[in-house]
């Protein structure tokens, strides 16, 4: 089994192409052994430590519920409730929970906080969600892709919304597995220059493609997956107004998904924003695949902690 011990997954990108792969097998055989009721206790005795600066439905539920089948504990920690939240710093925190558990999860804003817990922390970290990345997101959107579509290389991916934190585990996600990734949002809502930059260079060694554009049609032309998020992420509440307005011609509905092939599939992180980001009859249709794409978050974290801690 490839080696992981002790490494943290801060970005899709800490996981090398191989590593990816490791990840998405196992994912796979532990998917199979929970549908056959085999038991598969490879974190008996371990301790996961879940950090919640942000509020969570799937993120929380999967990690727990992961450990829980694999044999170990998970620790739900609102970070209101921590010292933390008394100005106890991200590094004692991290020294202080290393001495306890065995890794930890974090959702919390910026990328820059993630790193300093892994700095201090001497057990894995993982990243839950950041403003910048959602690893564990893409992880599990890979795992759909492979299942629905049988492989990653060649696949085009359309990203149609707002270039966020899941626009940029896609881009960085896809590019290094050799996906043709689309990404269109209205001007001034790409994702970060620099990361685009990183994602086109993965696209060159994987043999993959990466194109940025403001036409929502252009990207899902003979699309085999169509991808949406919220306009407003989390911390963005005040701007939901002004962003429903300017991300209106972004909609994934009817009109726009007959652009991309006959079977494509609809993929959505949730939670959805019905009647803005997509409509119902998309992600309640036939090509939405939304509900496995979320069971999958448990099965690639399962396979994730399996291999890290
Ligand atoms: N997709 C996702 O991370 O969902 P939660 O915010 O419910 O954890
Ligand atoms: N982009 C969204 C994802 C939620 C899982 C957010 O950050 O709120």
Redesign the pocket.
């Known amino acids: 089994m490839t080696d992981l011990k002790g490494r943290d997954f801060l970005s899709i990108l800490d996981l090398s192409v191989e590593e990816l792969e490791a990840v998405l097998k196992l994912a796979r055989d532990l998917k199979n052994k929970q549908k056959a009721g085999e038991a598969h206790p490879l974190c008996a005795g371990k301790a996961l430590a879940m950090i919640f600066q942000?509020?969570?439905?799937?993120?929380?539920v999967s990690f727990e519920v992961g450990m829980f089948q694999l044999g170990g504990h998970a620790l739900y920690l609102n970070a209101g409730d921590l010292q933390l939240g008394r100005g106890e710093t991200l590094a004692d925190t991290a020294r202080a929970l290393s001495r306890f558990v065995d890794g930890i999860m974090i959702?919390t804003f910026e990328q820059f906080d993630v790193e300093e817990l892994a700095r201090h922390a001497t057990v894995p970290v993982i990243n839950?969600?950041t403003d910048w990345e959602?690893p564990?997101?893409v992880l599990a959107d890979l795992l759909t892709v492979l299942e629905h579509k049988g492989r990653l290389a060649g696949i085009k991916l359309a990203y149609v919304g707002d270039g966020n934190n899941v626009a940029h585990s896609l881009l960085l996600g896809g590019a290094r597995t050799g996906m043709r990734i689309a990404v269109a949002t209205p001007p001034g809502y790409a994702p970060d220059p620099e990361l685009v930059h990183r994602a086109a260079a993965e696209a060159v060694q994987s043999g993959g493609e990466i194109e940025l554009t403001a036409d929502p049609v252009g990207a899902v032309r003979d699309a085999d997956v169509v991808v949406t998020d919220t306009w407003a992420s989390m911390g963005q509440e005040a701007e939901h107004d002004t962003r429903v307005a300017v991300f209106r011609p972004y909609q994934v509905n009817e009109a726009l998904v007959k652009h991309a092939r006959p079977d494509y599939i609809f993929m959505h992180?949730?939670?959805a924003h019905r009647g803005e980001e997509v409509t119902d009859e998309i992600i309640d249709g036939p090509r939405s695949v939304v509900w496995d794409e979320?069971e999958n978050?448990l099965h690639v974290q399962k396979a994730l902690l399996a291999l890290l801690l």
């Open positions: 942000k509020p969570s439905t799937r993120t929380r959702r839950g969600l959602h564990c997101q992180c949730l939670p979320a978050r």
